[in-house]
């Protein structure tokens, strides 16, 4: 069942933005501002689940944002932040396996939702009935009066004591917030702790962050790119690692490349299927990881992996993958021999390495190629191969941990 879900509420127009295209899959580092914040979310260990509440008129761009994300399907929001917001906790107390025990309510205008961040609200969540993400404020308040030619003058101090800025996302026990929005529908209110407060619900405060800032206006969005381009936002690096692999003929009439098993005069002899592409690829991903290298994790010494399908290997390789809140960018593995041709196999394969890692199959390149007759794969003695993997991960901090 699931137990806490995140629902991003990013069905709004924004208007004051400017331009076309709302400002939500507004270009950030070359992907949707909506796609940061979505695999944020997706990627922390305690939530089981997002959902997102789009306009209607937004499907193509929101399928693009969430394009390699195992998200649930988006829902229709209504006229209004707080419709939408409505619409989108019905949708949840109808999910077929049973509500969700707690939700997390999140702008999709806010790209850098931090790990941390989220942590303290749902620790916050085991004793209170919501609990919000605030900064307390630091500068002097004006409060502005009219002045001549449209420009506001300075009127009085206003005392900052006890003053936050509110963030999002805001994390409640789901029934309690749902009540809360039907009891008050048709209420104009600033947020959802606002409607807490008003249903008499315990709302605590916990540390919020400056990089959780919501993206309003042009500037807000180069000060998103900014902190991108230097790591910041709670920053995200690209790793590139390598992997190599040969295994030799031996008896049969077929060998597993990449997952798919092609016809040929002879076998692949190893410990486990011999499969040179996947255990190329396995050790990509694990060397940009840092994670040590395939006979770390599947010792030759061992029988549980005698004739082991490949498959698993690669599969846990992108299991810690998931757990270090990374994602794949691209994967190209080479296979070299002069046989068995790969060529007619490859569009197979790509889809199998895809299938195995829940990606997109746009994201991996399958090549062959021969050696002209040279060396041992020249001489059809064996097949070698060797890869590149290239990962998003949360970037490291000065003492290397993530």
């Not at 309510?105 to 919501?130: N, T």
């Not at 807490?196 to 619900?201: F, I, N, V, Y």
């Amino acid at each position: 069942m699931i137990e806490t879900v995140a629902l991003v509420v990013a069905a709004g127009r924004g208007h004051r933005f400017g331009g076309a295209l709302p400002k939500q899959y507004r270009r950030l580092a070359g992907r949707p501002l909506l796609a940061h914040c979505l695999e944020r979310l997706a990627a922390h260990p305690g939530i089981d689940a997002v959902r997102v509440v789009i306009h209607p008129d937004d499907r193509a761009l929101y399928d693009e944002a969430a394009a390699d994300l195992a998200l649930l399907e988006p829902c229709a929001g209504g006229a209004e932040r707080q419709d939408s917001v409505r619409l989108g906790l019905d949708s949840l107390a109808a999910l077929p396996g049973g509500a969700p025990r707690r939700v997390l309510i999140h702008d999709g205008a806010r790209p850098f939702p931090g790990a941390a961040m989220l942590e303290r609200l749902l620790q916050a969540l085991d004793s209170h009935d919501g609990a919000i993400p605030a900064l307390a404020v630091t500068d002097t308040l004006k409060r502005g009066r009219a002045g001549p030619a449209g420009m506001p003058l300075c009127g009085e101090t206003v005392p900052r004591d006890g003053l936050w800025r509110a963030q999002t996302p805001q994390a409640f026990r789901l029934e309690a917030i749902r009540a809360a929005h039907h009891a008050l529908k048709g209420e104009a209110l600033t947020d959802d702790a606002a409607l807490a407060e008003r249903a008499g619900l315990a709302v605590a405060l916990v540390e919020g962050e400056e990089e959780n800032f919501k993206v309003t206006t042009q500037q807000d969005l180069a000060r998103a790119e900014r902190l991108l381009a230097g790591g910041g936002a709670s920053g995200r690096e690209t790793r590139i690692g390598n992997g190599f692999d040969v295994h030799r003929f031996g008896p049969g009439d077929s060998v597993m490349l990449c997952g798919v098993p092609v016809a040929h005069s002879h076998g692949l002899v190893g410990h486990s299927d011999a499969d040179v592409g996947l255990h190329a690829l396995t050790d990509a991903l694990l060397g940009a990881l840092g994670a040590g290298d395939i006979g770390q994790h599947f010792p030759p010494t061992d029988p549980r992996w005698k004739g082991a399908d490949s498959a698993a290997f690669l599969a846990h390789a992108g299991s810690l993958l998931a757990a270090r809140g990374g994602r794949i960018l691209n994967l190209d593995v080479t296979l070299i021999c002069e046989r068995p041709k790969v060529g007619p196999h490859r569009e197979a394969m790509r889809a199998r390495i895809a299938g195995i890692l829940g990606i997109a199959v746009e994201r991996v390149g399958v090549k062959a190629t021969t050696t002209e007759g040279l060396g041992f794969t020249g001489r059809r003695e064996g097949i070698a191969a060797q890869a590149t993997a290239a990962l998003e991960l949360p970037a490291a901090g000065p003492d290397g941990s993530a």
